[in-house]
């Protein structure tokens, strides 16, 4: 097996994503900013996670909300300045938590100057640095390519009688990594914030990256031969160069990626063969799933022996691309959800709100602002984005009360009064990851389903003889258990220690299995 790491934190890591626009605002703009985050990292300690995870904050103009960049080396005015990412991460080290920062490899801002330069003329050294291609002879984009976003991936540009290939937005242009220069560039952006201290990347739509040299058509649907578009095989190389830059590093930094894969194996694959090129391909089965006992169980076993010797699963069940999970699942079952993610083996990535239940908000049209919903009615992702909910003031503590939130705040709880509140949903997340921390066998433990009633999941991190079980009731009808448990944590946190035989409705548990037999 590949290579020996002397820390490898990345293994036992709660990730917490924050969204910079919604956390918290400092600056009266009623957008969230860093050093909004840095007031507010007492929280995050509090709660007990690893590793922040920050959506981007670069300079851009905001067409995606970040994720269309035109200045990777710098922060947005709207988020501050560099100082107040130097002081944020600083910070953030200082309480024993990691920071992790978007990557946005596949496309650039078409504002980018390497994208300004690339669009003024053919002969521009810049030019190939993007994905360029004539016509077809009838006048149509040079092949089937669909943008994300909807519609042709190809944007006609007239001054200079080409297409560009935009696979999300026209405004996001992709960047041509069969060009060493744009590699060695997107390299140094790499080395720009790892000299600064981060610890590791969230790299979007990674697999992206590398496309069909020919740009050949994607094959038609139904069909199930792999795109052309993206994920190229050749997309393994460069993710083993980008390992051996963060493992350069000392301590190696990590690198996650967003890869949408619904093939195991092909999943699996970004591991490499040797365990040498992604720690973690994001595995987003769980948020696309129907919520359902009897999914969930294989969805999980699935994903948990595909995953390499020596590498580590992950899981996610919510992010600023996605439904809320409480607006998907229904409030009963958000607890559920919490204990699923936290007692599973491997790495949980948790999405700011979703300890605290902010449900998925219903945007009035002329309120709308994901540009992607204002394109394509239905798709704007405006309802999961909504600010953090920290107290019962107006503006719920995001921002001054004379302030226009971005988007509007919801009514639901908020910090405050689930602080108040020792039974709350944010208590229950206190708690398993306080168990997680305390519990190895909750790190480090092997994981094996069980059977248990049509209702329910169960399963067990065990080593050895030492075995921790987890039972979740998926429905909303109690459900007897064959035999007695002793409850370690109860997803109501109201029966630790006490012996139970039945789990109420929407319940887990945590509960020890004595030696020789659950
Ligand atoms: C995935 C990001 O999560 C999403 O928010 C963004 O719109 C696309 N990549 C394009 O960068
Ligand atoms: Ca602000």
Redesign the pocket.
């Known amino acids: 097996m590949g290579r020996v790491e002397t820390v490898q934190w990345w293994r036992d890591a709660v990730v917490y994503q924050i969204y910079p626009r919604s956390f918290q605002d400092t600056n009266r703009d009623g957008i969230g900013d860093l050093e909004g985050i840095r007031r507010r990292l007492p929280y995050l300690v509090d709660l007990g996670v690893d590793a922040v995870w920050l959506?981007p904050f670069y300079p851009s103009p905001m067409a995606?909300?970040g994720?269309?960049v035109a200045d990777y080396c710098d922060v947005d005015p709207m988020f501050g300045t560099l100082d107040d990412f130097d002081r944020l991460l600083a910070d953030i080290h200082a309480a024993g938590m990691k920071l992790i920062v978007d990557w946005?490899p596949?496309?650039t801002s078409d504002r980018h100057p390497w994208f300004v330069a690339a669009r003024s003329s053919k002969e521009d050294e810049k030019r190939d640095w993007y994905v360029w291609a004539d016509a077809r002879p009838d006048g149509s984009p040079p092949n089937n390519w669909q943008s994300?976003?909807g519609g042709s991936a190809w944007q006609w540009d007239a001054p200079t009688g080409q297409f560009y290939l935009h696979s999300?937005l026209p405004e996001?242009p992709d960047v041509n990594w069969r060009n060493p220069e744009v590699e060695a560039a997107m390299f140094d952006v790499l080395r720009f914030w790892l000299d600064r201290g981060v610890d590791g990347f969230r790299m979007?739509?990674v697999s992206f990256i590398m496309k069909d040299p020919e740009l050949r058509d994607d094959p038609e649907p139904p069909s199930d031969l792999p795109p052309r578009s993206r994920a190229h095989p050749d997309v393994h190389g460069v993710f083993r160069r980008i390992r051996r830059l963060l493992d350069s590093y000392d301590p190696p930094r990590v690198a996650i990626g967003?890869i949408h894969e619904p093939d195991w194996d092909r999943w699996a694959s970004y591991y490499g063969q040797d365990n040498d090129e992604l720690h973690l391909p994001f595995n987003f089965t769980l948020l696309h799933a129907p919520w359902n006992a009897r999914v969930i169980r294989r969805l999980v076993d699935a994903c948990d022996s595909a995953v390499p010797e020596g590498g580590r699963p992950n899981y996610v069940l919510g992010?600023?691309?996605e439904v809320r999970l409480a607006g998907r699942i229904g409030p009963e079952q958000t607890r559920i959800a919490a204990m699923l993610l936290l007692t599973l083996r491997g790495v949980p990535t948790l999405y700011y709100g979703d300890e605290i239940g902010l449900e998925q908000l219903d945007i009035a049209p002329e309120r709308q602002q994901d540009p992607?919903g204002r394109r394509v009615p239905g798709m704007g992702?405006d309802g999961c984005r909504t600010p953090m909910r920290w107290d019962d003031s107006p503006n719920r503590g995001f921002c001054d009360d004379d302030v226009e939130p971005w988007l509007p705040l919801g009514t639901g709880p908020d910090v405050a009064s689930m602080d108040a509140d020792p039974g709350s949903l944010l208590a229950l997340y206190r708690r398993l990851l306080e168990l997680r921390r305390k519990e190895p066998l909750l790190r480090s433990g092997r994981y094996r389903s069980v059977e248990a009633p049509p209702a329910c999941f169960a399963f067990e991190r065990f080593d050895g003889d030492r075995v921790l079980g987890v039972v979740l009731n998926f429905g909303s009808d109690p459900v007897p258990l064959p035999d007695t448990r002793r409850v370690r944590v109860s997803t109501l946190l109201d029966r630790s220690g006490s012996q139970i035989r039945s789990l109420r409705p929407h319940e887990g548990v945590v509960f020890d299995v004595p030696v020789g037999g659950s």
């Open positions: 959506s995606d909300f994720y269309d946005v596949n496309h994300v976003f999300f996001q979007d739509v967003e992010n600023h691309d992607w992702r």
